[in-house]
Nanobody
């Protein structure tokens, strides 16, 4: 059974940084395409970042490009999202996802999900 567990969320001020982690089990992590999504109240779940199993292949939403960095440590079965220069509009529940088929930008194409973790950016 696949489990994805996010950690590292919290309350920060605008301009601060925060790092999220996603620990995976029950899947061959090193061969898994994985992504980060987020969902704010009243909004649909939206794509944030993507990491292919091949090293160095990543993609980002325009809204986070240059501020967020996705990375992974396959030896630890863990994926990360480093978030810098956070803005109030980054406030959302952040989810990690694994095993995508089709477009990486749509949540419905991912097979496995974590439970989500709250990130709040507020002064």
């Amino acid at each position: 059974q696949v489990h994805l567990v996010e950690s590292g969320g919290g309350l920060v001020q605008p301009g601060d940084s925060l790092s999220l982690s996603c620990a995976g089990s029950g899947l061959t992590f090193s061969l898994s395409h994985m992504g980060w999504f987020r969902q704010a109240p009243g909004n649909e779940r939206e794509f944030v970042a993507y990491s292919a199993w091949t090293a160095g292949s990543t993609a980002y939403a325009d809204s986070v490009k240059g501020r967020f960095t996705i990375s992974r440590d396959n030896t630890k079965n863990t994926m990360y999202l480093q978030m810098n220069s956070l803005k109030p509009e980054d406030t959302a529940v952040y989810y990690c996802a694994a095993q995508v088929r089709g477009s990486i930008y749509y949540a419905k194409n991912y097979a496995y999900w974590g439970q989500g973790i709250q990130v709040t950016v507020s002064s």
